[in-house]
């Protein structure tokens, strides 16, 4: 008999609980025995409880090691600090994973894009220190470590090798934060030469987004630090058809929450209309990562499926369809079986 795996599910705000019971659906489809360990977070829990991240959450995701998580929203102007940031800090959930790929029967003006990124996830720009020199003068504070960004270089070369990629690409502005992006460079170059076989680049962010725009085939794993990562991610999601398809994972050495990169998108929250694909590809994700990888193929194989087939029935609006949520994901599990 297989074993059952124990994973926090957090579903998160706005669209969160729908495509999160989407993936939910579609994982239990496979027949894999999952034990999820619903926790709270997010907006929707402090509105009714006060608190945005609770204890209890972090210790099941200590505990448990792995989640599946919807979007978090955070309530602005009360001094909370974003979920996702206190979560990824807390849990030094350093690496965020973002594989962007072309689908068949989405069109996009590009075919080929098979990238991969990998983001530094605990510090830079999102440190968080900002304050107010004098009235009207404020400061926000870019933290770049030789620790973290060391790590986060020789993750993303450790993923190139054993996922067969042949080269890592940096993004940076080092010409105008010649010590804060300096120092990232000079990290990723020497963890570069303890990885000889993957190829190295470097590119000056505004140069490699005009790069990637013009032919994003070009790329392979792209390296970058924590808002340049931010910014790449939605614009590489908008090169192969939007938030709704792009999934994604952050690590730290123990623990993996399978997130996607879109927001909980309150323009459309609780009208069943959210592309639920982004999460049941993070979905497949978390699935390998339990070793789960036929399973995982066989959910991939099927959404493949059901995008080829272009009928508008069967995909939602935000990829030119006519479904709903429900329509989208019943027309996965029905090419499962
Ligand atoms: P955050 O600040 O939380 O990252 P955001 O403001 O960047 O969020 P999203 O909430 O991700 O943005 O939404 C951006 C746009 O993309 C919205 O118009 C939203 O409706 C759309 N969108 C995001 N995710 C999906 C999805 N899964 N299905 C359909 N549309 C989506």
Redesign the pocket.
């Known amino acids: 008999m297989s074993r059952t795996h124990t994973a926090v599910l957090i579903t998160g705000d ?2 969160g609980p729908e ?1 999160i019971g989407a993936a939910r659906r579609v994982i239990e489809a496979t027949g894999v025995k999952m034990n999820w360990i619903e926790c709270p977070a997010g907006l929707e829990h402090f509105e009714k409880h006060g608190e945005v991240l609770p204890d209890a959450t972090l210790e099941a995701l200590k505990t448990h090691k792995v989640a599946l998580k919807g ?1 978090t ?1 955070t309530p602005i102007g009360t001094g909370h600090r974003s979920v996702n940031v206190q979560i990824r800090q807390k849990l030094n959930l350093y690496a965020a994973v973002r594989p962007v790929r072309s689908l068949d029967g989405i069109a996009t003006r590009y075919k080929d894009v098979e990238l991969v990124i990998v983001r530094e996830n605990t510090e830079g720009l999102y440190s968080g220190i900002e304050h107010e020199v004098v009235r009207g003068v404020v400061e926000s504070l870019k933290i770049v470590t030789e620790e973290a960004s060391t790590r986060i270089a020789e993750f993303a070369f450790k993923y190139a090798e054993s996922r067969g990629r042949k080269r890592v690409t940096v993004f940076h502005k080092a010409n105008i934060m010649k010590m804060a992006d300096g120092l990232f460079l000079k990290c990723a170059r020497q963890v570069h030469e303890r990885h000889p076989r993957i190829e190295y680049n470097e590119l000056i962010i505004d140069n490699g987004c005009m790069q990637m725009v013009r032919d994003p085939s070009r790329f392979d794993v792209l390296l970058l630090d924590n808002l340049y990562g931010d910014i790449l991610s ?1 614009l590489c999601a908008g090169l192969v058809g ?3 398809v792009v999934p994604g994972a952050n690590f730290s050495e123990e623990i993996a929450v399978f997130e ?9 929250a609780g009208k069943g ?7 049941i590809m993070s979905g497949v994700m978390l699935l390998n990562h339990l070793g789960e990888t036929e399973a995982g193929a066989r959910i991939k194989q099927a959404y493949n499926a059901v995008l080829a087939s272009n009928d508008a029935a069967v995909r ?3 990829i030119g369809g006519q479904a709903d949520t429900a329509a989208f994901t019943d027309a996965i599990i029905a090419r499962m079986k």
């Not at 996607?260 to 459309?268: K, L, R, W, Y």
């Not at 209309?273 to 999460?279: H, R």
């Open positions: 706005g669209i495509v979007p929203a939605d939007g938030l709704g996607s990169v879109h927001g909980s998108a309150p323009d459309i209309v959210a592309n639920p694909l982004a999460a939602t609006r935000d």
